[in-house]
């Protein structure tokens, strides 16, 4: 476990970190560590943006696109279902004009209902087409 140590502190403000550890019955270290956890862990800086945030800032230039809405079709064996889902380096290589033949012989042997992508995906293939 690491340690600091925290030179020329208020002694106001160590005053009022002591009354407030010992309200919650606890030292004034775990007084510290929990201020801090709470500060830097459950709120990320307002200039962090999140995964969804950083997507959809990506694509946004491009305007939106209404998907159409599928309903999964599976093959059940038993209680499992089989499902593939398509990554964009799969779906790209499917659309060179000479696709690798031993992608485009896996692509042939699957069945299409198995076969899905996700919206990711399909946002980096609009992103790829916009480029192109």
């Known amino acids: ?4 140590t925290i030179r020329q502190f208020d002694d ?3 005053q009022k970190l002591r ?3 010992a309200l919650h019955g606890w030292s004034m270290e775990e007084e510290a560590r929990v201020i801090l956890r709470q500060a830097l862990v459950a709120t990320p800086p307002s200039n962090e943006r999140g995964l969804a945030q950083r997507i959809h800032q990506r694509f946004a230039a491009l305007g939106g696109v209404e998907l159409p809405y599928c309903r999964a079709r599976v093959h ?9 889902i398509l990554d964009t380096n799969v779906l790209s290589e499917l ?3 000479k696709p690798n033949v031993q992608v485009m012989s896996w692509f042939l042997l699957q069945e299409e209902q198995q076969l899905f992508t996700t919206s ?3 946002a980096e293939m ?3 087409v916009a480029l192109s």
């Open 1 to 4: 476990m690491a340690s600091i």
């Open 12 to 14: 106001a403000l160590k």
């Open 19 to 21: 009354v407030q550890a």
């Open 76 to 84: 059940s064996f038993g209680m499992f279902s089989a499902m593939m």
């Open 95 to 97: 659309l060179r004009p």
């Open 120 to 122: 990711i995906t399909q």
């Open 126 to 128: 609009l992103l790829g």
